[in-house]
């Protein structure tokens, strides 16, 4: 069970981060939510909801909330719609329809090329304001010297196959979209038209803020 790891905080209930592609749980250390936590150490894309059952059941935890950033809101879904009867909450937020294919090769032609030089431009592109991005430059630094180019290549191939689909969203109860307006990598138009399908569903949207809503404003007490 080395792929997570559970963090009792004092909490009633608990709350699992799947973070987006080219970070890692360690972008949400800042938060301070109404949760026990449980952090993804090692994500494996394409096995992850199956990771996740297996460690709720190792753990004998009967319900748990999910918080599923960009890319981590498709992993979300995944497990939410595998397994109905261990979701508490649904939490997406920064999510989009789906990723164009074109786009997700091109990014893997300039990875190969200068995978710092694209991190670089990635991780500034996440924030509204580039006084907010400075502030985590070091955590970024961290991603760009540690994150291997399999692992982000791998987080390309599952992205290319991701997709929010509706119908089977209306199936399920308690789910909370959370965006920033100016997102450069999720427009806000889509989560909009994603929100007006979905009557079971509340729409959060900060302004000044971009694709990292959370690390550019206080989400705290929303939950």
Request: no cysteine; proline share 2%; aromatic share 18%.
């Amino acid at each position: 069970m080395k792929e997570f790891e559970y963090i009792d905080r004092g909490k009633k209930d608990i709350l699992a981060f799947i973070p987006g592609w080219a970070l890692d749980y360690r972008i949400f250390s800042n938060l301070n939510l109404n949760f026990n936590y449980i952090f993804p150490k090692k994500l494996h894309f394409f096995n992850f909801k199956k990771e996740l059952f297996n460690f709720l059941e190792y753990k004998k935890i009967k319900k748990v909330s999910l918080f599923g950033y960009s890319l981590g809101g498709f992993l979300a879904v995944d497990f939410a719609l595998s397994y109905k009867e261990k979701l508490e909450k649904l939490i997406l937020v920064s999510i989009r329809k789906k990723y164009k294919k074109e786009e997700l090769e091109e990014i893997e032609v300039l990875l190969k090329k200068n995978k710092k030089a694209f991190l670089y431009k990635f991780y500034r592109n996440l924030f509204y304001s580039n006084l907010n991005f400075l502030r985590y430059k070091e955590l970024f630094k961290y991603y760009i010297d540690n994150l291997g180019l399999e692992y982000l290549i791998d987080g390309l191939s599952y992205l290319k196959v991701a997709e929010l689909f509706i119908e089977p969203l209306r199936k399920l109860n308690n789910i909370k979209f959370i965006h920033g307006k100016n997102d450069k990598i999720a427009p806000i138009l889509e989560v909009i038209n994603i929100k007006k399908n979905l009557k079971n569903a509340e729409l959060i949207i900060y302004k000044n803020t971009g694709h990292l809503v959370f690390l550019e404003k206080n989400i705290d007490n929303i939950l």
